[in-house]
T-cell receptor, first 108, second 117 residues
Framework: SQKIEQNSEALNIQEGKTATLTCNYT??????LQWYRQDPGRGPVFLLL?????KEKRKERLKVTFDTTLKQSLFHITASQPADSATYLC???????FGQGTELSVKP | NAGVTQTPKFQVLKTGQSMTLQCAQD?????MSWYRQDPGMGLRLIHY???????DQGEVPNGYNVSRSTTEDFPLRLLSAAPSQTSVYFC????????????????FGNGTRLTVT
């Protein structure tokens, strides 16, 4: 069956470091993949969309890679700040199926 | 610009009661959808609509009904609430105009937290 997996363990990093989150999928051949940010008590907010022919996409301190051979997307936040602390979700597929999200905590 | 508005924010129901979760968007989006979010399970698609008068089932449709009489509104009805429906419900919309374009970004409301006792 189709499956999207994100690291369920929270990621704790120090301010200024680069955070790297992983999204793996099986039994999909998505044309594109999306990343969202979710703060407690709020709905997810769209961050980035990457297409299968775009190996990498950047937006300010955010970088997303998409490897269709490995069936994996990596989401990087460089020079991380405490304000980046949130849960990050990847989503793909025709009806936008979501991973369970990875909680990121950036300590000052 | 309000975006996607969900009401109520919180609701407690007894088993067997019915209720409607409201969702409205003011962005003239054709695509609207309902998700539920449970700990450790991520967001799961309940129902979606690609325009007024058109709805379809998602991954977990059982126990829920939807209708789309206008572009702006997409209510979710629980006909007979069960404790398994305790969850946070999110409504989302997208500017996609055709079925094959589901993958334009979703705009989410801030959710309804539902508890069924």
């Amino acid at each position: 069956s189709q499956k999207i997996e994100q690291n369920s363990e929270a990621l704790n990093i120090q301010e200024g470091k680069t955070a790297t989150l992983t999204c793996n999928y099986t039994n999909y051949s998505p044309a594109y993949l999306q990343w969202y940010r979710q703060d407690p008590g709020r709905g997810p907010v769209f961050l980035l969309l990457i297409r299968e022919n775009e190996k990498e996409k950047r937006k300010e301190r955010l970088k997303v890679t998409f490897d269709t051979t490995l069936k994996q997307s990596l989401f990087h936040i460089t020079a991380s700040q405490p304000a980046d602390s949130a849960t990050y979700l990847c989503a793909l597929g025709g009806k936008l199926i979501f991973g369970q999200g990875t909680e990121l905590s950036v300590k000052p | 610009n309000a975006g996607v508005t969900q009401t109520p924010k919180f609701q407690v129901l007894k088993t067997g009661q019915s209720m409607t979760l409201q969702c409205a968007q003011d962005m003239n989006h054709e695509y609207m959808s309902w998700y539920r979010q449970d700990p450790g399970m991520g967001l799961r698609l309940i129902h979606y609509s690609v325009g007024a008068g058109i709805t379809d089932q998602g991954e977990v449709p059982n126990g829920y009904n939807v209708s789309r009489s206008t572009t702006e509104d997409f209510p979710l009805r629980l006909l007979s609430a069960a404790p398994s429906q305790t969850s946070v419900y999110f409504c989302a919309s997208s500017a996609s105009l055709v079925v094959s374009s589901y993958n334009s970004p979703l705009h989410f409301g801030n959710g309804t937290r539902l508890t069924v006792t």
